[in-house]
């Protein structure tokens, strides 16, 4: 069930990013700003509740983990020394690094240019920015259904390829003049290939972490891969302001490297694949 699970998680989760501001915002205009904080809290108490509720299987620690004590720096010494037995772990933490910092650029790249240099309004950027959660909805819906889902390797290795087309897409509109109808429906697919390209290698591997990281080291796993992820993706935003602010031709040259390591990643991945069999 764990391929069920993620996958509608995701699907959940994209669903949330269209309805919730939608909800939000209909809720703000009906009601005062006192009422509208009451709400937050009720809900927040809500959800504090039942997570508080769930019941959790404890899984008994295996010999090998206790070993040492557990302090905090032991217990992440017991994740390093798995990370450095599990190549395949160990490149999906790596790598994810990677891309997250690389699409600091596009986070900022996608806005920043369709509106300061294609003149676009909030409205039309507002449209181009549902074609990534309705990605994740279509594909959340069509994974599970899969018979032959392929390897971890065969999926990050398309997904890579995905990514990198739906970037590329993004450079056509600095290199040919285009109607802004042209402009808004290129942007569209192109973030709707790139939401693809996200959910087909994050479901995959999440499904794969789950069954390959031990049930006691899981946590803080995911803990390392939350944090890793939260520190490189603000500081390639963080790199993209100042470059897009610098000069506008960084908006074509940061897409274009972007979608060259996706190709590279995909390139290391089949080496890996052919020659350490890790994966």
């Not at 997250?100 to 909030?122: A, R």
């Not at 109607?179 to 794969?208: A, D, H, R």
């Not at 610098?246 to 089949?270: D, H, P, V």
């Amino acid at each position: 069930f764990i391929d069920q699970t993620v996958s509608y998680r995701n699907v959940i989760q994209n669903v949330l990013q269209i309805g919730a501001p939608i909800l939000g915002g209909i809720v703000y205009a009906y009601f005062d700003i006192k009422t509208f904080m009451i709400i937050m809290f009720v809900t927040e108490l809500i959800s504090l509740i039942i997570v508080l509720n769930i019941a959790f299987n404890k899984v008994p620690a295996k010999k090998v983990y206790e070993e040492v004590k557990d302090t905090f720096f032991n217990s992440y010494k017991v994740v390093f020394k798995f990370l450095k037995s599990n190549k395949d772990i160990f490149l999906i933490l790596l790598s994810g690094s990677i891309i997250n910092f690389m699409f600091g650029f596009v986070t900022v790249g996608i806005p920043g240019s369709f509106v300061t240099i294609f003149n676009m309004n909030s409205k039309q950027l507002g449209i181009i920015e549902t074609g990534f959660p309705l990605a994740g909805i279509l594909f959340g819906l069509i994974y599970p259904k899969l018979k032959n889902k392929g390897t971890l390797v065969a999926n990050m290795q398309v997904a890579m390829i995905t990514l990198a087309v739906g970037i590329l897409i993004l450079c056509i509109p600095f290199i040919t003049d285009f109607y802004k109808l042209s402009i808004l429906v290129i942007y569209f697919i192109s973030i709707f290939i790139i939401g693809s390209g996200v959910v087909l290698s994050n479901v995959p591997i999440n499904i794969y972490v789950q069954k390959n990281v031990p049930e006691q080291i899981k946590g803080k796993y995911l803990a390392l891969s939350q944090t890793m992820s939260q520190v490189m993706m603000p500081f390639g935003i963080l790199v993209a302001g100042i470059l897009f602010d610098i000069n506008s031709a960084f908006y074509i040259i940061s897409f274009s490297i972007t979608a060259i390591l996706c190709f590279i990643l995909a390139y290391l991945y089949t080496f890996i694949k052919k020659h350490d069999g890790v994966i």
